[in-house]
């Protein structure tokens, strides 16, 4: 029964390139959450997805920034022409659903990208 | 706004004592409340939750506290191991909403 699954773990790129973060969430669910992080800060919304749809970007930065869950495979979060302000680990969560019984959340392991 | 704070950034207690964290929350319409823990390196772990229509609920070794008067959330952990220090968070949700938001986060350490 495998977890949530973030790869890669640890990325590393040059000011200008793109990053691409992907997240594999748990069998079964078919929510997807990203958020950020910055070192000794809490975790900070991004964007959410269900299968095909975005369902709400408001956390995510209107530039450089797009996050899509396709039917097949994994949900991308993608930065374009990244800065060093980008540094940060990148979290995603998975849910089986979202009603009002207000599912929980269950957190990959995260992807740190460190911005040169 | 979304501000769910914490009051104290570090804790440090000695192993075998009692530990507890403690959480802030803003929103008054918030009705659900999730405990997280995240060692280095790792994601957040799901500790335990509560509803608002509870002000206690145990768990193993642990017991989260709701007072919903003052707007409060508290993480007991009893008998404190060198294997709860970790970096816990507490967040919340209202009906009817999706977003979870999230604390800042309390390090505890755990003294042998």
């Known amino acids: 029964n495998a977890g949530v699954m973030q790869n890669p773990r640890h990325l590393v790129r040059r000011r200008g390139q793109e990053a691409r973060l992907r997240c594999s969430p748990m069998?079964?669910?078919?929510?997807v959450y990203w958020y950020r992080q910055l070192p000794e800060e809490g975790l900070k919304f991004m964007v959410y997805l269900q299968k095909e749809n975005i369902i709400d970007e408001s956390g995510m930065p209107k530039e450089r920034f797009s996050a899509e869950f396709p039917k097949e495979g994994p949900s991308i979060l993608r930065i374009q022409q990244v800065v060093r302000g980008d540094s940060a680990a990148y979290f995603c969560?998975?849910?089986?659903?979202?009603?009002?019984?207000?599912?929980?959340?269950?957190f990959g392991p995260g992807t740190r990208l460190l911005v040169l | 706004g979304e501000n769910v704070g914490l009051h104290l950034p570090t804790l440090s207690v000695q192993e075998g004592d009692n530990s507890i964290i403690n959480c802030a929350y803003s929103?008054?319409?918030?009705?659900?409340f999730i405990w997280y823990k995240q060692e280095s390196g790792k994601g957040p772990q799901f500790i335990i939750d509560i509803r608002s229509n509870m002000d206690k609920r145990q768990g193993q070794r642990v017991t989260v506290l709701l007072n919903k008067t003052v707007k409060h959330l508290s993480l007991q952990i009893a008998a404190t191991q060198p294997g709860d220090s970790a970096v816990y968070f507490c967040a919340e949700n209202s009906a009817g909403t999706y977003k979870y938001i999230f604390g800042t986060g309390t390090r505890l350490k755990v003294l042998a």
């Open positions: 929103n008054s319409a918030s009705d659900y």
């Open positions: 969560a998975s849910s089986p659903r979202w009603d009002n019984s207000q599912e929980t959340q269950y």
């Open positions: 069998k079964g669910h078919s929510h």
